[in-house]
């Protein structure tokens, strides 16, 4: 008898999981499994849901993800900063994005982008209690620490990523950073920064499939004003990180003139 | 959608003007969109590298002189996610490829289409089909 009603209640489990598996098909007609994710083209799209956390309750932004924090092309561009914000020059800082050429652009020279240009590559965030680490895997074939609840120390030397250190604030993570050398564009513009660059960036999973990112641009040293920049992130769900060893053929250097535009000409 | 709109931007003007919506410099620098190309011969080198790809190949001109060009494709990580493999093109395959010349007018070009004698495309970002 108990096992009649073990084998009724296994079917009738069963029977509620086909109904349900029968049901899904429909439900999800309506949304493409795969699609275009930036530059790449039939890939699996994240499904709708909220976004995740871990077992602490921590979001968790871990994945692979495609996107940035701004305007790559040209950080001043209204369309990547948040609404009503402005990018003020000092008189300098004009004349050096008048007069750069595209290709001095440390982009083009396979060195980092800095904070917040990004790329049309991938690139992973692994997640752990005391540690996030960024993994890019392009241009260049890089990664960014960032020291969860610390401390920057009192006279950082002067870095590519600089000194990042992180907290939550709700489930958005925020990302101070000082610490800063002056190599880097913030586009290929060629807008400038100085070493008193101070980033905040605010890291925002909004669904399983998205993260908003925002970045403050603070540097006093190069611009009148701080200003905050407006971007979005897409989860790659499927995608593995590649390798991208930009220095191995970088053939096109030398074949680059004139001004620092960007990659349409634009 | 921001960045993605950058890239997706980015793409568009590819497509509109012909330059390349490259990651690491100004495809605008690099490459004349006037200066089209439309070249036959067959490939003599393929390397599969970064920051891109490349192939070279001979084409003949009417007076029979040998010229080697060397086409710049997108990067390898790009290419394999997009349908393409390292062997998609190889040493001795004979193609028609039509793309831009480098704005110093050497033997240099961004290689748009590569059509095969079986009539089959890849592109300068991935193996599908060019849009029509």
Known sequence: MGKRVATGVVSGALLAVFSLAAQQPAQNDSKPKTGTIGLYRNQPLAPDGPAPKMADGTPDLSGVWLGGGGNDADISNPRGLKPGEQVVMLPWAEDVVKNRLSKQDPEANCLPTGIPRGSPYPWRIVQTPTHYFILFEGNIHSFRQIFMNGKHPDDPDPTWYGNSIGHWEGNTLVVDTVGFNDKFWFDYKGHPHTEKLHTIERYTRTDLGHMTIEVTIDDPGAYAKPFTTAGKATLMPAAELLEYICQENNQDLQKLEGPARGPGGQ | ?132
């Open chain 2, 1 to 132: 959608m921001r960045p993605l709109l950058s890239i997706a931007t980015a793409c568009m003007v590819w497509m509109a003007s012909g330059l390349p919506a490259l990651a690491h410099h100004s495809g605008a620098a690099e490459f004349d969109s006037h200066k089209k190309i439309d070249l036959s011969g067959v490939v003599t080198k393929v390397e599969w590298t970064n920051p891109h790809a490349h192939f070279y190949m001979d084409v003949k001109d009417s007076s029979g002189n040998v010229t080697n060009w060397n086409l710049e494709l997108a990067s390898p990580n790009v290419l394999i996610r997009n349908g393409w493999h390292r062997n998609s093109i190889k040493a001795g395959d004979m193609v028609s490829v039509t793309g831009i010349q480098a704005k110093d007018s050497s033997y240099y070009g961004n290689a748009s289409v590569i059509t095969f004698p079986d009539g089959h495309k890849l592109n300068f970002l991935s193996a599908d089909e060019p849009a029509k």
